[in-house]
T-cell receptor, first 114, second 112 residues
Framework: KAGVTQTPRYLIKTRGQQVTLSCSPI?????VSWYQQTPGQGLQFLFE???????NKGNFPGRFSGRQFSNSRSEMNVSTLELGDSALYLC?????????????FGSGTQLSVL | AQSVTQLDSHVSVSEGTPVLLRCNYS??????LFWYVQHPNKGLQLLLK??????LVKGINGFEAEFKKSETSFHLTKPSAHMSDAAEYFC??????????FGKGTRLHILP
């Protein structure tokens, strides 16, 4: 069974550009959540999608957005990139996304903003 | 409001000696608690989880954690460290609102 796949693995962008990251969950999983990981802040929750609907949202500006498709694949978009957006972006999938459920993580997309 | 505090950002132990990674939590409800491990350039992998069953939880690779409600702690232990245990460890709390909070992580170094 394939794991959670994130593409691309690495990205380099400049300030002001926008970027789209992709996450393919494990087959059968309907919940996809996104996290930003930085050395100073650790892992911070961005948002969670379930059956194409955003169900939970973290405390990030509107420049960060996402969506989920009918096949449960999810994309995350960051517009007007800032230097502080440089981070490892992780996505995780699970069957239902409930609190006690195990999350399966991808290897992440390392975004560098110059 | 829920929160989680990992008391040490770095822990160093010698190979073959015990490991203790400390985690304290705060939650308005009976929480679910998890420990995840992240090896370099990899995603996070679940080590173990507590969901109000037995207070002593056994996980993979010889790790275990004990839920202590009176101390609001969920410390991770292993009797004997191995070089392959070198990684970053995250304590996670989740409550009935399905909000998941990660601790800032503890980097475990194993000395030969």
């Amino acid at each position: 069974k394939a794991g959670v796949t994130q593409t691309p693995r690495y990205l380099i962008k400049t300030r002001g550009q926008q970027v789209t990251l992709s996450c393919s969950p494990i087959s059968g999983h309907r919940s996809v959540s996104w996290y930003q990981q930085t050395p100073g802040q650790g892992l911070q929750f961005l948002f969670e999608y379930f059956s194409e609907t955003q169900r939970n949202k973290g405390n990030f500006p509107g420049r960060f957005s996402g969506r989920q498709f009918s096949n449960s694949r999810s994309e995350m978009n960051v517009s007007t990139l800032e230097l502080g957006d440089s981070a490892l972006y992780l996505c995780a999938s699970s069957f239902t996304g409930t609190s006690a459920e195990k999350l399966f993580f991808g290897s992440g997309t390392q975004l560098s903003v110059l | 409001a829920q929160s989680v505090t990992q008391l040490d950002s770095h822990v160093s132990v010698s190979e073959g000696t015990p490991v203790l990674l400390r985690c304290n939590y705060s939650s308005s409800y009976s929480p679910s608690l998890f420990w995840y491990v992240q090896h370099p350039n990899k995603g996070l992998q679940l080590l173990l989880k507590y969901t109000s069953a037995a207070t002593l939880v056994k996980g993979i690779n010889g790790f275990e954690a004990e839920f202590k409600k009176s101390e609001t702690s969920f410390h991770l232990t292993k009797p004997s460290a191995h070089m392959s245990d070198a990684a970053e460890y995250f304590c996670v709390v989740s409550d009935r609102d399905d909000k998941i909070i990660f601790g800032k992580g503890t980097r475990l170094h194993i000395l030969p």
